[in-house]
């Protein structure tokens, strides 16, 4: 079974760039997660899809972070204007539906100069 | 935000040995779940426990939970080179209706296990 897919797995850009992120949740799992790792801490999660749509993205910060998930497979995480701070890892996890264990994607690593 | 601290922060053992980390939690739980990383990789995960268990064991892992102390502990016992990683607990909070909510990570232990 293909695991959670994420692209690309290395990013970098200059402050104020946009910069996107896709994950491809394994098959079947309908809820996804979207996940900021900073060095050296624990992953705090962004936004939560059950399907296509975003059950919690109080996290978000949504003057400058999107997401989407249109049909509620695939998901893209979008950063504009990107700025110096968010430099970190960006993680994906998805699981199937009642079940609590998640299951993550490698990470997307940002790194804005 | 975090939800909790592991303790310790870095942990350094000689293979064969046991190690045992700590977490600690601040809120009400469903469950609590503990994961591993290794250096550039995704979590893994690893064993989960529920707010009305007290002990479970997976192999060479044993996690207990104390809700009256929110807290936790991961022992691997024998441990190999290959467990050298970072280990990170993870609670879902007793706010949803069930399902598969968000976790809330803490800051991790790095598990250094030296041949």
């Known amino acids: 079974e293909a695991g959670v897919v994420q692209s690309p797995r290395y990013k970098i850009i200059e402050k104020k760039q946009p910069v996107a992120f896709w994950c491809n949740p394994i098959s079947g799992h309908n809820t996804l997660y979207w996940y900021l790792q900073n060095l050296g801490q624990g992953p705090e999660l962004l936004i939560r899809?059950?399907?296509?749509?975003?059950?919690?993205d109080s996290q978000l910060p949504k003057d400058r972070f999107s997401a989407e998930r249109l049909k509620g497979v695939d998901s893209t995480l979008k950063i504009q204007p990107a700025e110096l701070g968010d430099s970190a890892v960006y993680l994906c996890a998805s699981s199937p539906q009642g079940l609590e264990t998640q299951y993550f994607g490698p990470g997307t690593r940002l790194l804005v100069l | 935000s975090q939800q909790g601290e592991e303790d310790p922060q870095a942990l350094s053992i000689q293979e064969g040995e046991n190690a045992t980390m700590n977490c600690s939690y601040k809120?009400?739980?469903?469950?609590l779940q503990w994961y591993r990383q290794n250096s550039g990789r995704g979590l893994v995960h690893l064993i989960l426990i529920r707010s009305n268990e007290r002990e479970k064991h997976s192999g060479r892992l044993r996690v207990t939970l104390d809700t009256s102390k929110k807290s936790s502990s991961l022992l691997i016992t024998a441990s190999r080179a290959a467990d050298t990683a970072s280990y990170f607990c993870a609670t879902e909070n007793l706010y949803s209706g069930g399902g598969a909510d968000g976790l809330t990570f803490g800051k991790g232990t790095h598990l250094i296990i030296q041949p």
């Open positions: 809120t009400s739980i469903n469950n």
């Open positions: 899809y059950e399907n296509e749509e975003a059950v919690d």
